[in-house]
C-alpha cells in the first residue's frame, strides 16, 4: 500500500538541515551558482569572478596548502606567506637547540640570504577544479557491487589525471564528494623550497598555549611566515643557493582598517574533514564511545610530557610540539562530545532518521531503493563496535610509546637482509637513511619520559581493552609479570638497541647483513612487531571491511538525503580541497548568563600575565610597548591594540592558517582556531555556538614591526589604510 506524508511532516523533513549563513565549506567554482547572492546579501563588495576565475589571476591564486594540513597566504610579490605559528611549529623546532632557542625566544632573518630552508616542507597551489562526476561514473551503475564500483572509477580517474598534467609539471587528483555521488578533478603546482623567514618568541606564537587552546576569550599571536623560492624561471625546484623568490599570480591586500561586529568575512582555504551527514550511530560511535577512550589515554600522555617539560629545558625544546600535537586533538575531542550532547546532537540525528523512514514508506520506488538503509547502518556499527574499540586503544595508547613506532621503522631493513634479491649496496643505502632518520628522533628523544608513557599506555592498555581483543603478546607479558609492567619496561628499555643512540649509531656504523638477527631478538622490535602484526593481521581486515560497508551505505544514504530535501542548497563534506566559507563577524553566549565580546585587545594579555606560569610570561619588549601604548599605525580607532576576533565562519582542522578576507576581499585576519563550545562543528553545526578565531593582522604586523623590527617585511607588502 502507498502510504502519503502529510503536508506538514514534509515541512518538517525539508526544513530538518536546510543550511544557514555562515554554515558550509562551499566550492570556489560554484559560488556564482551558488553563494554569490547570498554573499552580496549580508555584505561582500567583490565578485565570485575575483575569487575564484580560470581566465584571470583571482584570489585563489594568493592561496597555498601549507605542509600537509595546513593553509597559508602570499602576501608580497616575492613569496612571502604567512601561517599560523602552530602550522610552523615543527619547523621553528627543527632549527631550535639550548644555542639557538628560536621556540622560547622568536626568529626573524634580516636579509633573504639568512632565511633557512626546511627538508621536505612544501606548499602546493590549486591551478584549476573542474566538475568530471560523467567522466568517472562511466560504466558503473546501481547492480553492481562496491569492489566493481571503485576499479571502474579508479581506471576513469587515471585516465583524467593522466590527461590533465601531460606536458606540464603539476600534479593532479580526482576527489568524490558527497560520498561518491560527484567527483571533481585538481590540478596542482607544488613548491619544495621552502624557509623560515620569521616567528615570534613562543610566548606570543604560543601565549595562552594547551589552557587557552580551542578557546575564548583568545590571546595568541598565532603567526610565522615563511617565503616561497622557485627556480630562476619562476617555477618549482629542489633547494638551491642559487634559487630565488616566487612572483605569484596574485598576492593579498593588507587592510589596517579593521573591522566591526556584524560585517562580512569570508574564509578561503584547505579544510581537512568533516562528516556532517552521517546517521547518528557514526555520531553516538565517535562522540560516546572513541572519544572518552582517546580523551583518558591523551591525558595520561599529556600529564607526563608536561611534567618532563617543567622539569628540565631541553625536555621542552624536545617535546613542546609532541605535546602540542597531543592536546590540540584531545581538547577538541573534549570540546566535540560535550557539543553534541548539549545540543542534543544524536537525538536530532535520530528525529531526522523517523522522518526518513517514513519519506521511504511513501513511494514504492524510495522504499525499494532506500527503505533498509538505516537498518543496515545499525546493523554495521553494532557489529563494528568492539573492533573499533580495541583499534582506538592500539592507535591512542600502544602507539603513544615512542620507542614502539620508532622500532617498527627498521621493518623493511629486516625484510630487505632477508630478501636475496636484495644487493649489499641495497642495504648499505637503506643504512644511511636509518642513521640519518636514528639522529633526528634521538634529538628530540628522552629515554625516560618514554618508560613513563609505556608503562602508563601498558597498565591502561591491560586493564581496560577487552581480554579478547588485546594484542597476544601484551597479554602474555602482561600475566608474565602479574600486572606489574614497570618490571617488563626496566627489562626492555635495558636490553634494547633503539632506545640508546649511542648503542645504535654503533651498531649501524658496523652494520652488515648477518647482524639483522639481533634486530629480530630485539624486545623493542619483538613488541612494535606484534602490535602491527595485530594491527595488520586482526583489526585491520576488519576496519576494511567496515568501512567499505558504510562507504557504500553513506552513497546512497547521501543520494538519498539529496532527493528527499530536493530543495535544499548542500555543500560537501571538507575532504582537504579548497573551500570557501563565509559568515559574520559574531559575539556569542557559550552557557547561561555568559557572554563573549566579538574581539580581545593586549589589554588582555596583561591581565592574564604570570611569570610564573611558562605559557602566561609576556615578552619584556611587548610590555614596554603596551606601557607606551606605542602601537603605531596599527591601532584600532578606539586606540586599543585587537588581537583577535571571533567570526560565525563554518572551519576545520587544515583552515588554520587561512586568509580571513573582509567585504573587499582584503586581508584582516588570520584563522588559528575555533570556540570550543563549537567544536562538534565537524559533525553538527550550531549557528549560535560555532564561531571561528582569527588573529587580528594590525595585531601581527605590530609584531613584526614594532617588536621584532622586521621593517623589509612590512616594507613588501600592499598595505591600506
Known amino acids: 500500500?502507498?502510504?502519503?506524508?502529510?503536508?506538514?511532516?514534509?515541512?518538517?523533513?525539508?526544513?530538518?538541515?536546510?543550511?544557514?549563513?555562515?554554515?558550509?565549506?562551499?566550492?570556489?567554482?560554484?559560488?556564482?551558482?551558488?553563494?554569490?547572492?547570498?554573499?552580496?546579501?549580508?555584505?561582500?563588495?567583490?565578485?565570485?569572478?575575483?575569487?575564484?576565475?580560470?581566465?584571470?589571476?583571482?584570489?585563489?591564486?594568493?592561496?597555498?596548502?601549507?605542509?600537509?594540513?595546513?593553509?597559508?597566504?602570499?602576501?608580497?610579490?616575492?613569496?612571502?606567506?604567512?601561517?599560523?605559528?602552530?602550522?610552523?611549529?615543527?619547523?621553528?623546532?627543527?632549527?631550535?637547540?639550548?644555542?639557538?632557542?628560536?621556540?622560547?625566544?622568536?626568529?626573524?632573518?634580516?636579509?633573504?640570504?639568512?632565511?633557512?630552508?626546511?627538508?621536505?616542507?612544501?606548499?602546493?597551489?590549486?591551478?584549476?577544479?573542474?566538475?568530471?562526476?560523467?567522466?568517472?561514473?562511466?560504466?558503473?551503475?546501481?547492480?553492481?557491487?562496491?569492489?566493481?564500483?571503485?576499479?571502474?572509477?579508479?581506471?576513469?580517474?587515471?585516465?583524467?589525471?593522466?590527461?590533465?598534467?601531460?606536458?606540464?609539471?603539476?600534479?593532479?587528483?580526482?576527489?568524490?564528494?558527497?560520498?561518491?555521488?560527484?567527483?571533481?578533478?585538481?590540478?596542482?603546482?607544488?613548491?619544495?623550497?621552502?624557509?623560515?623567514?620569521?616567528?615570534?618568541?613562543?610566548?606570543?606564537?604560543?601565549?595562552?598555549?594547551?589552557?587557552?587552546?580551542?578557546?575564548?576569550?583568545?590571546?595568541?599571536?598565532?603567526?610565522?611566515?615563511?617565503?616561497?623560492?622557485?627556480?630562476?624561471?619562476?617555477?618549482?625546484?629542489?633547494?638551491?643557493?642559487?634559487?630565488?623568490?616566487?612572483?605569484?599570480?596574485?598576492?593579498?591586500?593588507?587592510?589596517?582598517?579593521?573591522?566591526?561586529?556584524?560585517?562580512?568575512?569570508?574564509?578561503?582555504?584547505?579544510?581537512?574533514?568533516?562528516?556532517?551527514?552521517?546517521?547518528?550511530?557514526?555520531?553516538?560511535?565517535?562522540?560516546?564511545?572513541?572519544?572518552?577512550?582517546?580523551?583518558?589515554?591523551?591525558?595520561?600522555?599529556?600529564?607526563?610530557?608536561?611534567?618532563?617539560?617543567?622539569?628540565?629545558?631541553?625536555?621542552?625544546?624536545?617535546?613542546?610540539?609532541?605535546?602540542?600535537?597531543?592536546?590540540?586533538?584531545?581538547?577538541?575531542?573534549?570540546?566535540?562530545?560535550?557539543?553534541?550532547?548539549?545540543?542534543?546532537?544524536?537525538?536530532?540525528?535520530?528525529?531526522?532518521?523517523?522522518n526518513f523512514q517514513l519519506w521511504t514508506q511513501s513511494n514504492s520506488g524510495y522504499s525499494e531503493k532506500y527503505g533498509q538503509l538505516l537498518p543496515a547502518f545499525s546493523k554495521t556499527y553494532n557489529d563494528y563496535a568492539p573492533i573499533g574499540i580495541a583499534y582506538t586503544y592500539v592507535t591512542e595508547g600502544l602507539f603513544g610509546i615512542e620507542l614502539v613506532r620508532f622500532a617498527y621503522g627498521y621493518n623493511n631493513l629486516v625484510k630487505q637482509c632477508n630478501d636475496k634479491s636484495k644487493s649489499d649496496a641495497d642495504i648499505r643505502k637503506l643504512i644511511g637513511q636509518l642513521r640519518i632518520s636514528a639522529d633526528a628522533f634521538h634529538k628530540n628523544y628522552n629515554r625516560n619520559v618514554d618508560m613513563q608513557l609505556f608503562g602508563a599506555m601498558m597498565s591502561t592498555y591491560s586493564l581496560s581493552c577487552e581480554t579478547t581483543m588485546q594484542v597476544p603478546l601484551v597479554k602474555m607479558k602482561s600475566a608474565e609479570y602479574k600486572g606489574n609492567i614497570s618490571k617488563w619496561d626496566d627489562e626492555l628499555f635495558n636490553k634494547t638497541l633503539f632506545a640508546d643512540s649511542l648503542k645504535l649509531n654503533a651498531f649501524l656504523a658496523g652494520f652488515n647483513r648477518k647482524d639483522v638477527k639481533k634486530i629480530e631478538k630485539d624486545p623493542a622490535y619483538l613488541l612494535a612487531s606484534a602490535i602491527y602484526a595485530y594491527l595488520q593481521n586482526s583489526l585491520s581486515p576488519k576496519i576494511t571491511a567496515f568501512y567499505s560497508t558504510t562507504d557504500s551505505l553513506q552513497r546512497l544514504y547521501m543520494a538519498a538525503q539529496m532527493e528527499m530535501q530536493a530543495g535544499k542548497r548542500f555543500y560537501p563534506d571538507a575532504n582537504s580541497t579548497l573551500r570557501i566559507a563565509y559568515g559574520k563577524v559574531m559575539s556569542y553566549q557559550p552557557a547561561d548568563a555568559v557572554g563573549y565580546n566579538w574581539f580581545t585587545t593586549l589589554d588582555g594579555i596583561m591581565q592574564k600575565e604570570n611569570p610564573d606560569i611558562y605559557d602566561y610570561v609576556v615578552e619584556p619588549r611587548l610590555k614596554a610597548l603596551y606601557n607606551l601604548r606605542d602601537y603605531g599605525r596599527y591601532a584600532d580607532a578606539d586606540q586599543s591594540m585587537h588581537v583577535a576576533f571571533i567570526a560565525s565562519n563554518h572551519t576545520t582542522g587544515g583552515n588554520s592558517g587561512s586568509p580571513v578576507l573582509n567585504a573587499d576581499g582584503q586581508l584582516v585576519g588570520i584563522n588559528f582556531d575555533r570556540c570550543w563550545e563549537g567544536t562538534m562543528s565537524d559533525l553538527m553545526y550550531d549557528p549560535d555556538q560555532c564561531r571561528n578565531i582569527s588573529l587580528d593582522i594590525r595585531y601581527c604586523l605590530f609584531i613584526v614591526d614594532k617588536m621584532a623590527g622586521a621593517k623589509r617585511l612590512i616594507e613588501e607588502m600592499t598595505i591600506v589604510q
Request: hydrophobic fraction near 35%.
Open 1 to 354: 500500500m502507498k502510504l502519503k506524508i502529510s503536508t506538514v511532516l514534509l515541512a518538517l523533513v525539508l526544513n530538518t538541515y536546510i543550511s544557514r549563513a555562515g554554515e558550509g565549506m562551499w566550492l570556489p567554482l560554484l559560488l556564482s551558482q551558488l553563494n554569490e547572492k547570498e554573499m552580496h546579501d549580508i555584505g561582500m563588495r567583490i565578485t565570485a569572478e575575483d575569487i575564484y576565475s580560470i581566465n584571470h589571476s583571482s584570489l585563489k591564486d594568493a592561496i597555498v596548502l601549507f605542509g600537509g594540513g595546513c593553509t597559508g597566504e602570499l602576501v608580497s610579490d616575492q613569496g612571502l606567506l604567512l601561517t599560523n605559528h602552530h602550522c610552523g611549529y615543527s619547523s621553528i623546532q627543527r632549527h631550535s637547540s639550548l644555542d639557538h632557542d628560536y621556540l622560547t625566544n622568536g626568529f626573524w632573518a634580516q636579509r633573504q640570504e639568512e632565511e633557512l630552508p626546511n627538508a621536505g616542507l612544501s606548499v602546493t597551489f590549486l591551478v584549476s577544479m573542474a566538475d568530471v562526476s560523467m567522466e568517472v561514473l562511466k560504466g558503473v551503475n546501481d547492480k553492481m557491487n562496491q569492489k566493481t564500483r571503485d576499479s571502474i572509477i579508479q581506471a576513469n580517474s587515471k585516465v583524467l589525471v593522466k590527461e590533465a598534467i601531460k606536458g606540464t609539471h603539476y600534479t593532479a587528483q580526482v576527489k568524490p564528494f558527497f560520498g561518491g555521488n560527484q567527483y571533481y578533478l585538481f590540478v596542482s603546482e607544488t613548491f619544495t623550497d621552502v624557509r623560515l623567514v620569521g616567528a615570534p618568541p613562543s610566548n606570543i606564537g604560543k601565549f595562552g598555549g594547551d589552557t587557552d587552546n580551542w578557546m575564548w576569550p583568545r590571546h595568541t599571536g598565532d603567526f610565522s611566515m615563511f617565503r616561497i623560492y622557485a627556480g630562476k624561471d619562476n617555477k618549482p625546484a629542489e633547494y638551491s643557493k642559487n634559487n630565488v623568490p616566487y612572483h605569484p599570480a596574485k598576492h593579498l591586500t593588507i587592510s589596517l582598517k579593521g573591522i566591526q561586529e556584524g560585517d562580512f568575512t569570508f574564509v578561503y582555504g584547505f579544510p581537512g574533514t568533516t562528516q556532517e551527514y552521517l546517521p547518528s550511530y557514526a555520531v553516538d560511535m565517535t562522540a560516546l564511545q572513541r572519544n572518552p577512550i582517546a580523551i583518558g589515554l591523551r591525558q595520561q600522555r599529556l600529564d607526563i610530557i608536561d611534567r618532563a617539560m617543567e622539569s628540565d629545558r631541553l625536555m621542552r625544546i624536545q617535546y613542546s610540539a609532541k605535546a602540542a600535537g597531543i592536546a590540540n586533538t584531545w581538547k577538541k575531542m573534549i570540546g566535540e562530545s560535550r557539543g553534541i550532547k548539549r545540543m542534543d546532537g544524536i537525538e536530532k540525528k535520530q528525529d531526522f532518521e523517523k
